[in-house]
């Protein structure tokens, strides 16, 4: 798809993606600073693409090339967001650094075109980038996996990997991507998707808050305290178990099911403030005011 340069008029930028329906959570894209880009001409458009790209991307059609430049040139350019829900919104936290090109050293020309869509809500890197960066964080899909209500253009409610037809809502944004002018090209490739290994149900990699333990804290200290354990085998110590601890990062201990040990984690509906129970007694002792009785069973016992 090709995004328009805002300062450029008539000159767009070529992205690309394997997963059509995060195009309406799109924030930024992405080029690799030091990867040499082309500007080239067809018919009365001119195109933005990764030099080592061309051929692949336009391979029989013809074109002329303008000129060439580095990724460093495009970072910081404005773009015009083909999708524009929330571009528009002037409460957006951090619009201002929204649909804008940023340099990310996980953009290659292996594939694609030398630039990448970020959706932060959609991928680790993207997030990543969009921590970095402060961008916009946008979420076009509800917790059931449909399409929020403040989607235009028919959008609103479909599943975004239905199960029966899991392509269909990537048809769609497809469709309106060349309603809009934006499509510029399309292929079938074969890739992997992750799938619910139960029921074969597409899966989303979807943004949502969690709680972690922060054991980047505690790190180093870990990995003093395993050097004092005796470990049958040795080099279990700093092999496996030592390069483990070495390489640990903060973990999630939060789960969106209904199933599990719940968190003793209390907020006030008011002011927000947030309590860690350790026991029913630390519990009971700073609810004396109110008399409610405590039960704590297994699923399936209420």
């Known amino acids: 798809m090709k995004f328009e340069l805002v300062d450029q008029p008539k000159t767009f930028i070529v992205a690309w993606t394997t997963t059509p329906w995060t195009l309406p959570g799109n924030v930024a894209l992405a080029v ?34 303008i000129g060439e430049l580095k990724g460093a040139d495009l970072i910081g350019k404005k773009y015009l967001p083909v999708f524009d829900y929330y571009s528009k919104d002037e409460t957006l936290k951090n619009r201002d650094n929204g649909w804008q090109i940023y340099g990310a050293d996980f953009v290659t020309t292996e594939d694609g075109t030398g630039v990448v869509h970020i959706a932060p809500a959609f991928g680790e890197d993207d997030m990543n980038l969009g921590q970095k960066e402060n961008l916009p964080f946008v979420q076009p899909v509800a917790m059931n996996g449909t399409f929020k209500p403040e989607m235009g253009d028919g959008l609103a409610g479909l599943s975004v990997k239905p199960k029966a037809e899991p392509q269909k809502t990537d048809i769609e944004i497809l469709k309106l991507l060349a309603v809009k002018g934006a499509l510029l090209a399309k292929e079938k490739i074969v890739h992997s998707y992750p799938h619910c290994w139960r029921c074969d149900t597409p899966l989303l990699n979807y943004a949502t808050s969690s709680w972690f333990v922060k054991v980047t804290a505690i790190k180093d200290k870990l990995v003093a305290e395993n050097r004092t354990v005796n470990w049958v085998p040795d080099n279990i110590k700093e092999g496996r178990f030592g390069k483990w601890l070495e390489g640990a990062r903060d973990w999630a201990i939060s789960r969106t099911r209904y199933w599990g040990a719940p968190l003793p984690v209390w907020r006030c509906g008011q002011c927000q403030e947030k309590k860690v129970f350790g026991s029913l007694a630390e519990l009971q002792q700073a609810g004396q005011s109110v008399k409610n009785n405590y039960w704590v069973m297994r699923h399936g016992q209420a």
């Open 32 to 65: 690799g600073s030091e990867i040499n880009y082309c500007k080239i001409k067809i018919l009365d458009d001119f195109l933005i693409v990764a030099k080592d790209r061309l051929n692949d991307v336009f391979k029989n059609e013809k074109f002329e090339i």
